[in-house]
């Protein structure tokens, strides 16, 4: 064809093509390996696992990070053709040999998942890994679950209380059809419409969350807390509703133990709430107005404050005081009243400052 359209173009061979392509991801590889080096802060991953039509298991591995322009930025990190099982230890052997090649192991800050027990066991084993390595990696802290997943799960089990018919025919459906309808038939039948009404009504509440995370251009960490709050919230109101039959109640309440497991899992995992207060549309308000207690608003704030603190407060930044020695006069009370004052405003830090703004 190449020849047709120009009898003069130079058709490489397969070997050209092959040692081509290679160069250029190995030059490529370079690149990343420089960007993802130079990134000032931490780094983010997101990992999935999964098994072709044709039976070959793939570990997929994306990289999230800010930029030093305050951009989000996130790229394919590797594709990997997984040998073996999809057990945790393989998958950590993965992706640590990942990282390692990246040089960016040190850097790693949380990883997203679905919920399979082999992630869990993937991040205890990377935890091991980490801690032999004197790098600063928890478990409970850093593991970050898919909370698209989590609303999945949750409607399975809704799910899985109502019992289906056997299957019928279409010879079947068509002969039911023409059986003379009875009284007591067409109760039964609106009976077994209420309910569908009742488990679509159930239903769109997920439908409803699905489609706003599926709209946002990067579902942050700032919405998971509400987005639990929500779904909670909304099936407590429904499982409280007279009308309902004890089928649909039982389903909800199923439901409820589902996401009451995962939503207590980020109790012990500081970065939710701090992904929350940092958000300028929540801050602390989100709790105030949804009427958390006091003493929790109060142990978040001296949470975030002390994470700041221990990890990044300046010595630059913090209040410049004001030495009285060099004073000409040491009984200027006038300048020790504006030096004094001003320094006590300057010992709020930027994160006081932020919390007190509206």
């Known amino acids: ?150 609303i999945n799960l949750t409607m399975q089990d809704i799910l899985k209380q109502f019992k289906a018919g056997k299957a019928q025919t279409k010879n079947a459906i068509f002969d039911n059809m023409n059986i003379p309808i009875m009284a007591r038939n067409i109760i039964l039948k609106l009976r077994k419409l209420n309910k569908i009404r009742e488990i679509v009504t159930i239903l769109e509440i997920f439908v409803r969350t699905t489609k706003m995370i599926e709209s946002a251009k990067y579902l942050m960490l700032a919405s998971i807390i509400s987005i639990y709050n929500y779904l909670i919230d909304k099936l407590t109101k429904h499982c409280n509703n007279s009308n309902y039959s004890h089928e649909i109640i039982t389903a909800i309440n199923a439901g409820l133990i589902k996401l009451e497991l995962y939503y207590s899992r980020t109790n012990n995992m500081a970065i939710y709430i701090i992904a929350t207060v940092l958000d300028l549309r929540l801050k602390l308000d989100y709790y105030e107005e949804n009427n958390w207690s006091k003493d929790f608003i109060n142990s978040i704030k001296a949470t975030i404050l002390q994470i700041y603190k221990n990890n990044y407060e300046s010595s630059s930044y913090k209040a410049t005081n004001y030495n009285q020695d060099n004073m000409d006069n040491d009984d200027d009370l006038l300048l020790d009243y504006i030096y004094e004052k001003k320094q006590r405003i300057n010992q709020q830090n930027e994160v006081e400052l932020y919390l007190e703004a509206p």
């Not at 160069?23 to 130079?38: A, M, Y």
């Open 1 to 150: 064809m190449l020849k047709l359209l120009n009898p003069n173009a130079t058709i490489p061979v397969g070997d050209t093509i092959r040692n081509d392509i290679i160069k250029s991801f190995k030059d490529e590889s370079i690149n990343i390996k420089c960007l993802l080096q130079s990134v000032l802060g931490k780094l983010s991953f997101a990992i999935d696992v999964w098994t072709s039509a044709n039976i070959y298991f793939y570990f997929a591995i994306t990289v999230h990070w800010i930029s030093k322009d305050w951009k989000l930025q996130n790229i394919l990190l590797d594709f990997i053709n997984l040998h073996g099982s999809h057990s945790g230890e393989n998958l950590c052997d993965a992706f640590v040999s990942s990282c390692c090649e990246f040089g960016i192991l040190p850097k790693i800050f949380t990883i997203t998942s679905d919920n399979t027990t082999n992630n869990d066991t993937f991040m205890q084993h990377l935890e091991t890994i980490c801690y032999n390595e004197n790098i600063a990696f928890n478990t409970i802290e850093s593991h970050c679950r898919c909370v698209a997943h989590i």
